[in-house]
Nanobody
């Protein structure tokens, strides 16, 4: 079992950048797909990006966000967020799962078994 801890959230002006980190404790991310989701009050949690042998993004963040992993120790996954917009404001959650294949990278929250506590990202206009 892996425990997840997010960090890096904060307040930034529109057009700015933030880098979120998802750190694993208890084990490495070897064998796991790792994803970022986000949620605003009153709305369902939304898939943002995921990484395993490949990567996946929702259309609204393509070209602005980059998901990557620390390949030296394989214990941290990052979400680099550039050109931030007010609509990116949300609580961002890191999630992990072993239920994935080379051909299929999960993009729905029901496929992820481990979750962090979330980190707030606020983008001011």
């Amino acid at each position: 079992q892996v425990q997840l801890v997010e960090s890096g959230g904060g307040l930034v002006q529109a057009g700015g950048s933030l880098r979120l980190s998802c750190a694993a404790s208890g084990r490495t991310f070897s064998g796991y797909a790792v994803a970022w989701f986000r949620q605003v009050p009153g709305k369902e949690r939304e898939f943002v990006a995921a990484i395993s042998w490949t990567t996946s993004y929702i259309d609204s963040v393509k070209g602005r966000f980059t998901i990557s992993r620390d390949n030296t120790k394989n214990t941290v996954v990052y979400l680099q967020m550039n050109s931030l917009k007010p609509e990116d404001t949300a609580v961002y959650y890191c999630a992990a799962t072993t239920r994935h294949t080379i051909a299929r990278l999960p993009t729905t929250q029901d496929k992820y078994d481990y979750w962090g506590q979330g980190t707030q990202v606020t983008v001011s206009s």
